[in-house]
């Protein structure tokens, strides 16, 4: 069965909303440009109530030592996800942290993808992301697709995930046509940047279940 992950989670119902309906990870934002970013303490209050099972995930854009061990001290972290990293750097957080580590991996070409294999063997997994415009603010987290097409024939080398664009109408035909093990939506589960919808996260996992 393919794991979904919703990441960009900044509440109580919303939460409630993905584990209820069968999400594997739980994204929270540690990145202050984000509207999706949350504090320390209300990353600890909101992960408080997860059970143990769902993992939960910090999202970095090339973070220092101190904002990891502090979001990991608050959240209870079990999986940091990097965003514009190096893999040394990766490699180096892996080992100090001790936790699964995805090096997100933005794509638009060929090429692009052609990156990940600089990955091998310094993070856990490859979420493979769609690349935003040079002169966006984020590095994710806005609804941009990419050709699912530039993944036929990669050989994946570790675990990997897909996310970009993704949403209740599309997730289906995503699993299909790249067959990806894991799949993660933000943007598309909203009603308004950083505000995530509950009917909408219901309906992605209900679709993702159903693929």
Sequence with gaps: MTQAKVCGL???PTIEAAVANGASHLGFVFFPPSPRAVGFDQASDLCRAIPGHVARVGVFVDP??????????AAGLTVLQLHKTAPARVAHLRQSTGLET??????????DVAQASAYDGAASAILFDAKTPDDAALPGGMGVRFDWSLLNGHRHTMPWGLSGGLD??????AIRRTGAPLVD?????????????VDKIT??????AAS
């Design 203 to 208: 309906a992605f996992l209900q679709s993702v």
């Design 185 to 197: 939506a933000s943007s598309g589960l909203e009603t308004a940047p950083g505000i995530k919808n």
């Design 168 to 173: 209740a109408g599309n997730v289906g035909e």
């Design 10 to 12: 900044s509440t109580h």
């Design 64 to 73: 220092d030592d101190a904002l990891i061990e502090r979001a990991i001290g």
């Design 102 to 111: 995805w090096a997100a991996v933005a794509v638009k070409t060929h090429g």
